[in-house]
């Protein structure tokens, strides 16, 4: 053994590998989607700011294309093999009503931030859920127009429904950088460098 | 290692990896070669050939309708306007505008979505195009419609969906006859589609019963060519 240092924990490497791919593949997604924006900017249309080429994949707007529809199918199927094996066998991850209040009345530090990971962890399943829907609401919305349709609830203020589509397609990434990292910072709180390698190496 | 070392780590890890973006680039069209037959494939099962709900005609969005133009606007002349369709057809035809006009009249409330993002409800009035392939009688062998524009714009479509009851030669944009910047005379239109398989200024249809090299001006610069909505 090379290592001098006590012994490294690991998660089973399929936890590990799965963790790896979800980094990945979000990455792809947002990049690539942040490329698409930029052929039409949601705010501001033709003379809208674009988003930094550093931020972007695919080099314009056909290569954005490719990437993102692409891996949406490996999105999807990893989004419901990560939910489907939650329910079986992680299901303590999820956060539940008792969360809210320990985070509010429980007295134990600890207590509160495990309450405020499992709420965490669920926001960001219900998030990846809602871009995944947004996205097929606009990827078809000529055969899931009944999809698509249910983001005309804003027409009253004005904002048409394809308007309301892209936002809130778009806000999907920044929920998700925020999740990311109280997902991070929350992680760290627990474990610190030993967890992370735990998770990541 | 301490927590700010890790923090340097992390910032130059993911910097490296927006980098590696870049070169990623390259695979675009690769990545898209890879995946394009399945989605597509998939999105022909989906698209049915029934009619998908319309819009009411007060919802057309006029202003959010932008022109996008691959060689400029060719101006028709409307008197010695033909329509050529030739190819797998028992019975060749060049259609003036008169001969359009006499065939039953369709108008479609749809949303135009365009590659960029951009979308805009317009009601669009003319022929259907099954009306005239029909007219044309076309071959069973035929299995892909090209398209030729006066401005050389070039499409392939399949004839499945070319066949859509809802995919039109309009020559009418909102009620009022297509202006030269949307098409002007005949351009086609149909909501199953992405705005740039929609030709404008077309003036020939060719049946075939194959692809060919060329499958469209924005495919062959990597564009989808189902692109289906």
């Known amino acids: 053994m090379a290592h001098t240092s006590a ?31 930029n052929a039409n900017p949601v705010f501001g249309g033709r003379g809208g700011a674009v988003v930094p080429e550093l931020f972007t994949l695919g080099g314009w ?12 199918g490996l999105y999807a199927l990893n989004l419901g093999l990560w939910l489907a094996l939650l329910v079986q066998r992680r299901r303590r991850r999820l956060g539940e009503l008792g969360d809210l209040t320990a985070l509010k009345a429980s007295a134990s530090a600890p207590r509160r931030r495990l309450s405020a990971h499992r709420i965490v962890y669920t926001l960001m399943l219900i998030v990846l ?15 899931f127009w009944w999809l698509t349709s249910l983001f005309a609830l804003a027409e009253p203020l004005g904002v048409t429904s394809w308007q309301m589509l892209r936002v809130s397609h778009l806000a999907t990434i920044p929920a998700m950088v925020l999740l990311v990292l109280a997902h991070v ?6 474990g610190g460098l030993r967890l992370l390698r735990a998770m990541t190496l | 290692m301490n927590r700010r070392q890790l923090l340097g780590l992390g910032l130059g890890g993911s910097s490296s990896l927006f980098l590696g973006g870049c070169a990623l680039n390259g695979l675009s069209a690769a990545v898209g070669d890879a995946t394009q037959p399945l989605n597509e494939r998939i999105e022909a099962l989906l698209q049915g050939q029934g009619k998908v709900p319309e819009f009411r005609p007060d919802k057309v969005e006029p202003a959010a309708l932008l022109v996008n133009s691959f060689n400029g606007v060719p101006r028709l002349d409307p008197e010695r306007y033909r329509l050529q369709v030739k190819g797998l057809v028992g019975r060749p035809l060049s259609l003036d505008l ?15 979505v365009c590659v960029e993002g951009w979308a805009a409800v317009v009601a669009w009035s003319g022929v259907r195009l099954a009306d005239v392939l029909r007219l044309a009688q076309l071959s069973p062998l035929g299995g892909y419609l090209l398209i030729d524009s006066a401005d050389s714009y070039f499409e392939s479509w399949d004839l499945a969906s070319a066949l859509h009851p809802q995919t039109l030669l309009a020559t009418h944009m909102n009620g009022a006859p297509l202006p030269a910047a949307n098409g002007a005379p005949v351009r086609l239109t149909a909501p199953i589609k992405l705005g740039y398989k929609q030709s404008k200024w077309v003036t020939g249809l060719r049946v075939t019963a194959q692809l060919g090299e060329r499958r469209g001006t924005w495919e062959d610069q990597g564009y989808e060519w189902f692109a289906g909505l």
Do not use: E
């Open chain 1, 129 to 143: 859920a809602f871009s995944l829907i947004s996205g097929l609401a606009m990827y078809k919305p000529a055969q």
């Open chain 2, 98 to 112: 008169g001969a359009l006009a006499a065939l039953p009249q369709h108008t479609c409330v749809m949303r135009h």
């Open chain 1, 185 to 190: 910072v929350l992680s760290w709180r627990v």
């Open chain 1, 61 to 72: 707007l056909a290569g954005g294309r490719d990437w993102h529809f692409g891996f949406m």
């Open chain 1, 7 to 37: 012994r490294q924990p690991h998660h089973p490497l399929w936890t590990r590998a799965f963790h790896g791919f979800n980094l990945v593949v979000l990455l792809v997604m947002a990049a690539s989607g942040l490329q698409i924006y």
